[in-house]
């Protein structure tokens, strides 16, 4: 994918590839047959073809790989089990810091293991891509390409408080690139590049989701850049359901009291202290057989 970015100026001599190093989705799954999206937002941002020589600009010598630049994420899990997501994400460069351009995309899993009831672990992979590219006429009317592409893995832990409405996270990644620059009329490079990061989240949670900031520290090094850390920050918003709630259990049914059936004939009252008590009713006594007729003469 190549898109116009804004941010390469023809002054430069290169464009900017910007790469999201320190975005980290929740510890958790959103669980089998469930889905649940992530929006991350970062600045600034590593630069995949930072250089630093001398036809480098001082602007880029200074930054360490460091991009001006913002970039974010789109992240759509699916539970393919309780504990595994299939994760399909666009990334994308953010235009004056707000309006997002894609430059790419990724394809990976995320597995959740239950280490207790103080803190959720989960491992993340994931393989992609991303460019960015700026077509121009040079002073001799010529179309010149000035292009760069990158395809990269991506290996994650992360680690999460379980329970409350705020649960901090920290997260490490590791960031293989390699590289293709198309730098106008110079010689195509191709070269490989690593990053890792460390990220510190402050998740605020609720029953349909998590959103909170983060701080990242992050460290690259490439066969055409020496290397350098540099830190940045971002957002996350991540819709799913919060599995780790508890939500307290219906009431027990409990019968009506008992209730003991009216007496079949009515009692007598209890008579007052030193009353004799009243005579039960006495049956009617049977009806005197009639005398037989006497007998005829």
């Known amino acids: 994918m190549r898109v116009l970015a804004y941010l390469c100026p023809l002054v430069l001599a ?29 600045a600034p941002t590593l630069d995949l073809i930072a250089k630093k020589d001398g036809m480098t600009p001082q602007e880029y010598t200074n930054t360490y790989g460091q991009s001006p630049a913002a970039a974010a994420r789109f992240t759509l899990s699916y539970g393919i089990t309780d504990d595994t997501d299939l994760e399909l994400a666009a990334e994308g460069e953010l235009w004056f810091f707000f309006f997002p ?15 207790g009831d103080a803190f959720d672990v989960a491992f993340a992979a994931r393989v992609g891509g991303v460019s960015a590219g700026l077509d ?4 001799n009317g010529s179309t010149v390409k000035n ?24 997260s490490l990644n590791l ?3 390699h590289i293709k620059r198309t730098p106008g009329s110079d010689p195509v490079q191709k070269f490989t590049g690593l990053a890792s990061s460390v990220t510190f989240g402050l998740m605020f949670v609720s029953r ?3 959103f909170g900031p983060y701080v990242t520290l992050t460290n690259f090094e490439s066969q055409d850049f020496s290397g350098g850390t540099f830190p940045s920050g971002g957002l996350m918003f991540a819709f799913r359901p919060d599995r780790n709630r508890h939500e307290p259990p219906p009431p027990a049914y409990t019968p009506p009291p008992y209730a003991a059936p009216p007496p079949m004939y009515p009692q007598q009252p209890y008579p007052p202290p030193g009353q004799p008590y009243p005579q039960q009713p006495q049956p009617y006594p049977a009806p005197a057989p009639a005398p037989a007729p006497a007998p005829q003469p």
């Open 208 to 210: 349909i989701g998590q």
């Open 175 to 177: 960031m293989p690139f």
């Open 101 to 115: 351009i894609p430059t790419g995309g990724s394809i990976g899993f995320r597995h959740h293991i239950d280490t």
């Open 14 to 42: 290169g464009c900017f590839l910007p790469v999201a190093t320190g975005a980290s989705e929740p510890a958790t799954t959103v669980g089998h047959g469930k889905a649940g999206v992530a929006i991350n937002g970062e």
């Open 147 to 170: 292009e760069a592409s990158a395809e990269y893995a991506s290996i994650q832990g992360v680690i999460q408080r379980k329970n409350g409405p705020v649960r901090p996270l920290v």
């Open 136 to 139: 121009y006429n040079d002073t």
